[in-house]
Structures are given as C-alpha cells and as structure tokens.
C-alpha cells in the first residue's frame, strides 16, 4: 500500500505560477508510473503529466506543455508538479496519482490516489 499525500493548492491570477506536491508514505515500489490529473467541474478527469520514478521519464499532455514541469526528490519520495503561466482552463482539482509498471494516460489505470488539492485561476 502507497499513501499520497498532496498539498500546494490555491488562488491565482492569470499567469501566475504555482507547485504542487505530493509525498509518498508506505511500501515502495521498484519501478512506479507516477502521474497528476485534474478534474474540472462536469468534465472527466485527465492526465496531466506523468513520470516514471525510476528513470525520470517524463509526459505531459499538449494543453500543458512548455507551461507545466513534473519532477521528484527522491530522498523525500515527493513528486513535484510546477505549474506556470496559469490559464483560467487550469483551473481542476488536480490530484496525484500512482501505478506500478508502465505508463498509461488512462484514470482507470491508476491504483493509489491522493485526496485531491484545489487549483483556482483567475481573469
């Protein structure tokens, strides 16, 4: 069992920046896919941006790219989630999220979950 933990959520304007964490607890795995996704209101829940921890691989979707950067501290099991210029269409609840093994950009594929931190963009 993984625990996730989350913090790093708020109010910003349009173009600012904020970052995200999430800390890891628990048993540890060789080769975790560890991910962020965010929620809109009425939409479904997407991927973010994802990495595998063991080699540092890195994924981001297309709305996000140039814009967002995911990285890790390995010696505080924490994933990282910076995110700059801000967009009103950001605004989700983004929640960190992991599996073992490969990547996948599916929701549905992910077994551990954190509980979730507000992200508010203003115009």
């Known amino acids: 069992q993984v625990q996730l933990v989350e913090s790093g959520g708020g109010l910003v304007q349009a173009g600012g920046s904020l970052r995200l964490s999430c800390a890891a607890s628990?048993?540890?795995?060789?080769?975790?896919?560890m991910a962020w996704f965010r929620q809109a209101p009425g939409k479904e829940r997407e991927i973010v941006a994802a990495?595998?921890?063991?080699?540092?691989?890195?994924y981001y979707t297309d709305s996000v790219k140039g814009r967002f950067t995911i990285s890790r501290d390995n010696a505080k099991n924490t994933v990282y989630l910076q995110m700059n210029s801000l967009k009103p269409e950001d605004t989700a609840v983004y929640y960190c999220?992991?599996?073992?093994?490969?990547?996948?950009?599916?929701?549905?594929?992910?077994?551990?979950w954190g509980q979730g931190t507000q992200v508010t963009v203003s115009s």
């Open positions: 999220a992991a599996r073992l093994g490969y990547y996948y950009s599916d929701y549905r594929r992910y077994d551990y």
């Open positions: 628990g048993r540890t795995f060789s080769s975790p896919t």
């Open positions: 990495m595998i921890w063991s080699a540092g691989t890195t």
